[in-house]
């Protein structure tokens, strides 16, 4: 059997990374139980998807995950012992360092990105004990931050494309014709069709290449782009030197020199094999899979994603090419993104300003009316404010075209993932009033500040929104963005007395 598009293994997928984001998010060194507590339906997860992968080369992915998730587990419970003095909790940080450095790198073609990223979490887990048991979150956030691979097509290891004949009931081999199957990764991932890249950067494609016969009298492949408009873009694949196996790791780069209009059509590469043979003879195998490639070629340097603020840009782009917002109408995604972009400029402003500092207290009128004054000074979005609408029965208190922000000033939790849980509904009800599939939090945090805040980026959190009708191992359709402004800070210089 060959290459299958599975539906199961994209929605088991789907529901795990799902719920491994909602339960390591929201998570807290003081609620390690109820972090434990999601335990069980993670690792169901993870072993459905290992019982859906047996036999296929690419289970080893489902194991390498599991080897992460199960070693972050077991540094939960250590530091849950830890906190009630149970004296034997060190063995279970031992074997969360066995577990994670057990991840097999040269199993499946995983990207550099990807190990590095993964090389750097079993840095954390070497270096962890009860000295420095609050560096459990940075290891969590590590995780999260990794790029993990997603599988759509499950392989055997003996890929041969059959005919089945059913006067015989057999699969019978057509030897006459080589056919060639194409797999790209970019990014960690599968190439999602369209592929959202940036302009005038260079990406690194990976891929696996497999014959269903072998190409005899033939001693190299040539991958070429045949598309018209092949000068806006640079594709460089390696030859592949043809051995006496059916299958070929290839890599290379893709570079597209400008970028698109959001309102021009996806572009396409179609790609052709070429076979050259030993005395000069040329064959074109006929190709499946990946044959067009589609893509959305944005400027992450366009006034969508100019905030003011480098770190703030990156976010910011990196939210609108989030899954989570694939389903909006690319209207309806850019104005979401052009209010995003605003309130974000404000919240660099105010931290680069100063402007809340020592500030304990502010009544959420006054941060309202704050916010809105700076977004009418924005030549892209002032027009279009409006200022306490009515929205399901409730008082909206910024809106953007149809887009809602929530404005809330916080002064006893700082606690992100308990914020984040504690003012989520109200602006989802806000946003479905709308028919908007996603929604703003903006939230002032005037708690003490015993450390010095953190960059204005890592305040920019979007997380998926379940809704009603939907279980927390279903995707829900609504996209949050929370953003968390630092105030009642102290001088620099305080922070060090």
């Avoid at 587990?73 to 909790?89: H, P, S, Y």
């Avoid at 074997?95 to 993964?118: C, K, P, Q, R, T």
């Avoid at 899954?323 to 209010?339: S, V, Y």
């Amino acid at each position: 059997m060959g290459a299958l598009f599975d539906r199961d293994i994209i929605e088991a997928q789907e529901q795990l990374r799902y719920k491994i984001g909602k339960v390591f998010s929201n998570f807290a060194i003081g609620s390690v139980a109820k972090t434990l507590s999601e335990r069980k339906e993670i690792d169901r997860l993870q072993l459905r998807l290992l019982d859906l992968s047996e036999g296929k080369k690419e289970q080893v992915i489902f194991k390498n995950g599991k080897l992460l998730v199960d070693a972050i587990f077991l540094l939960c419970e250590w530091c849950q012992m830890i906190l009630k003095g149970d004296v034997a909790a060190e063995v279970k940080r031992v074997a969360a360092g066995i577990n994670i450095n057990l991840f097999e790198f040269d199993a499946f073609m995983h990207l550099e990105i990807f190990n590095d990223g993964v090389r750097d979490l079993q840095a954390f887990f070497n270096k962890i004990d009860h000295t420095s048991i609050k560096d459990l979150r940075i290891i969590i956030d590590a995780y999260l931050k990794l790029q993990h691979p997603s599988i759509a097509y499950l392989h055997s290891n003996n890929f041969i494309p059959r005919n089945y004949d059913s006067h015989t009931n057999q699969a019978a081999v057509v030897p006459e014709t080589i056919i060639v199957s194409l797999e790209f990764y970019l990014q960690d991932t599968p190439w999602a069709n369209p592929q959202v890249l940036k302009a005038k950067e260079v990406y690194i494609i990976k891929g696996v290449l497999r014959f269903n016969r072998f190409p005899e009298n033939f001693k190299e492949l040539k991958i070429l782009a045949s598309t018209t408009s092949s000068d806006i873009f640079e594709l460089n694949l390696e030859d592949i030197q043809i051995g006496d196996v059916l299958e070929y790791n290839i890599e290379g780069t893709l570079l597209f020199k400008y970028a698109q209009s959001s309102f021009d059509d996806n572009l396409s590469i179609k790609l052709v094999p070429l076979l050259l043979g030993l005395e000069k003879q040329e064959l074109q195998p006929v190709i499946i899979y990946l044959v067009k490639e589609c893509l959305k070629i944005l400027d992450q340097n366009s006034t969508l994603f100019q905030t003011g603020f480098e770190t703030i840009n990156r976010k910011v782009f990196e939210i609108y090419n989030n899954p989570l917002l694939a389903k909006m109408e690319i209207q309806d995604r850019n104005d979401f993104i052009t209010l995003l972009n605003g309130i974000t400029n404000f919240q660099g402003y105010c931290l680069q300003s100063g402007v809340y500092k020592n500030t304990a207290s502010l009544k959420e009128d006054q941060f309202r009316d704050s916010l809105i004054q700076h977004l009418m000074a924005n030549p892209l979005i002032g027009g279009s404010i409006t200022k306490e609408s009515h929205v399901a029965g409730g008082r909206v208190e910024i809106a953007y075209r149809g887009h809602v922000a929530e404005l809330k000033v916080e002064v006893s939790v700082s606690d992100r993932g308990t914020l984040m849980k504690k003012y989520s509904s109200q602006a989802v009800a806000y946003a479905s009033g709308n028919a908007k599939m996603a929604s703003i939090v903006c939230i002032l945090d005037l708690t003490a500040k015993n450390l010095p805040p953190g960059p204005p980026a890592s305040n920019v959190i979007l997380q998926p929104v379940p809704v009603h009708g939907f279980d927390d191992t279903q995707i829900g359709n609504h996209a949050q963005v929370f953003i968390f402004i630092d105030g009642n800070t102290k001088n620099p210089s305080d922070y060090s007395r």
